[in-house]
């Protein structure tokens, strides 16, 4: 199971997205909202917000997938809904929890307000990171199974926009490339062949490298937009990596102990011979000079009856 969270400024839109169409969606919980109507929906979370007119972002949108082929029953995704919102420490609050039948992976949709029941913000600080952790916690906890990477193969590419497209064109481009490479240099190179630029920010008016960043077009993404494993700390440590391991490529690899068998077994016959084996497999090939009598007569006779014919 994997978890994204946004966040937002309404959820007039929110909620007509995920429960105007009732041929996909399944409103699983609703707590402190109407969940029949997605306008009165929506209208019971902007009432709750105006506790609070000054938070400018108060829609918390959280997702949380599963793999493709996993089959989780409806209880068990609410379940898994609510740990997932106490472990992040949400609380007394609106929520709602939608699950949308409209993808190949089971997934669900929950909604939060960020103005709690008595006016208070609840605090978004970190809290990307601490859901995907949350989100891997409850997988390992409900036996699901765990996702390692991002498989472009289930990305609907046609359902996504211009911006959304470039940044999966940039993280396939760097996945493939990567593992080839051994210095910044090298894979700056392999992305201008996929029309991608790479920038560098540095600290201050030193060399420092402190960011990277990717430039599509009129799209520019930061390496930690894309993954996090793109960061300029996680590139500098794949890069030394791939390094240490072209070297150790070059290194003579240990004999296998079939090999150390032959070797020792050698080693004793010539050893019983009174040979050094070492000064056998040195010493130079010559050609043996002394050829025997009776073979140089037969030559001398072959040539001989050569020169009458």
């Not at 994997?2 to 399944?26: E, H, M, N, P, V």
């Not at 992040?88 to 939060?112: E, P, S, Y």
């Not at 009598?293 to 009458?308: F, G, I, P, T, V």
């Amino acid at each position: 199971m994997i978890s994204k969270i946004l966040t937002g400024k309404s959820f007039i839109g929110l909620c007509r997205y995920l429960c105007q169409d009732r041929s996909r969606a399944l409103v699983m919980e609703a707590s402190g909202v109407r969940d029949y109507d997605h306008n009165l929906m929506a209208a019971d979370f902007e009432e709750q917000r105006r506790l609070n007119p000054e938070l400018k972002k108060p829609v918390l949108h959280v997702i949380l997938s599963y793999y493709p082929g996993e089959k989780i029953t409806d209880e068990k995704m609410k379940q898994i809904g609510k740990e997932y919102l106490k472990e992040l420490g949400i609380q007394n609050t609106q929520v709602m929890i939608v699950r949308h039948t409209d993808r190949k992976h089971q997934h669900v949709h929950i909604v939060v307000n960020r103005v709690d029941n008595d006016g208070k913000t609840i605090k978004d600080n970190w809290i990307g990171l601490l859901g995907k952790k949350v989100a891997q916690q409850l997988t390992l906890k409900h036996e699901l199974v765990q996702v390692q990477k991002k498989n472009l193969e289930l990305t609907h590419l046609e359902k996504l926009n211009d911006y959304q497209v470039n940044r999966y064109k940039v993280y396939h481009a760097i996945t493939n490339e990567l593992p080839k490479c051994k210095t910044l240099k090298e894979i700056e190179q392999k992305l201008s062949r996929h029309g991608i630029e790479t920038l560098y920010k540095c600290k201050g008016p030193t060399n420092e490298l402190q960011g990277v960043s990717f430039l599509v077009g009129k799209y520019k993404y930061k390496g930690s937009e894309i993954d996090r494993q793109f960061s300029i700390r996680n590139l500098e440590k794949t890069l030394a990596r791939n390094l240490v391991l072209r070297q150790e490529d070059k290194q003579p690899r240990p004999l296998n102990k079939r090999q150390q068998k032959t070797i020792s077994w050698m080693l004793e016959i010539n050893q019983s011979k009174g040979r050094n084996l070492l000064e056998e497999l040195m010493r130079p090939e010559h050609v043996n000079d002394n050829v025997p009598y009776e073979l140089m007569k037969k030559k001398r006779k072959q040539k001989r009856q050569s020169h009458h014919l």
